[in-house]
């Protein structure tokens, strides 16, 4: 089946900063999602992206499907933006079967 | 609601006791995913509902666990002599559609003693 790789697996980061996540995937998707899990284990859907770039506020993400890769940009760091950064591609033989990374786990420092 | 609902948020049971563990999607919303995530781990399919089709039940990992949805409705997820290893989070999400953007649930925490 798919691989998903997610790196760096940790991150620590000054408030203010910006950032780059990284995720790798092993075959052709066309269905790629960027999560956030905050502290209290709640999953906030951030991007839903396949190709393309998509802006959201200080979040925005990028993904070259031709490539197999994904990157989601955080700029200007909060202390609320903490929590794990996961994502999922759809494995190519199921409609439901996303297949998540095992996430990147950001720290963000007052 | 305007979100995906699951109930209860905590369950304490003891080995070998059943538990039933409830999902109402988004209103409209097709498709109905379960995921269960062990401490500190990734997420792990267990299973998925489109609207009238056979569900994909690849991802559940015995005989001991079982799904069902009414309609497009509520689903609920059942798991049998519960083990120890069975401790962990699970987690519906519901989209508009098969692969649409998954929204989620707050999770069931549930706890084998």
């Known amino acids: 089946g798919i691989q998903v790789e997610q790196s760096p697996p940790d991150l620590i980061l000054q408030e203010g900063a910006n950032s780059t996540l990284r995720c790798n995937f092993s075959d052709s998707v066309n269905n790629l999602q960027w999560f956030h899990q905050n502290p209290w284990g709640q999953l906030i859907n951030l991007f839903y992206?396949?190709?393309g770039t998509k802006q959201n506020g200080r979040l925005s993400a990028t993904t070259v499907a031709t490539e197999r890769y994904s990157l989601l940009y955080i700029s200007s760091s909060q202390t609320t933006d903490s929590g794990v950064y996961f994502c999922a591609v759809l494995d190519g033989g199921s409609q439901g079967n996303l297949i998540f990374g095992k996430g990147t786990k950001l720290s963000v420092k007052p | 609601g305007a979100g995906v609902s699951q109930s209860p948020s905590n369950k304490v049971t003891e080995k070998g006791k059943d538990v039933e563990l409830r999902c109402d999607p988004i209103s409209g919303h097709t498709a109905l995913y379960w995921y269960r995530q062990r401490l500190g781990q990734g997420l792990e399919f267990l299973i998925y509902?489109?609207?009238?089709?056979?569900?994909?039940k690849s991802g559940l990992p015995s005989d001991r666990f079982s799904a069902e949805r009414t309609g497009e409705s509520v689903s609920t997820l059942t798991i049998q002599r519960t083990q120890q290893e069975d401790s962990a989070v699970y987690l519906c999400?519901?989209?508009?559609?098969?692969?649409?953007?998954?929204?989620f649930g707050n999770g069931t925490r549930l706890t084998v003693t």
């Open positions: 992206i396949p190709s």
């Open positions: 509902f489109q609207g009238n089709s056979a569900p994909d």
């Open positions: 999400a519901s989209s508009l559609k098969g692969g649409g953007a998954l929204h």
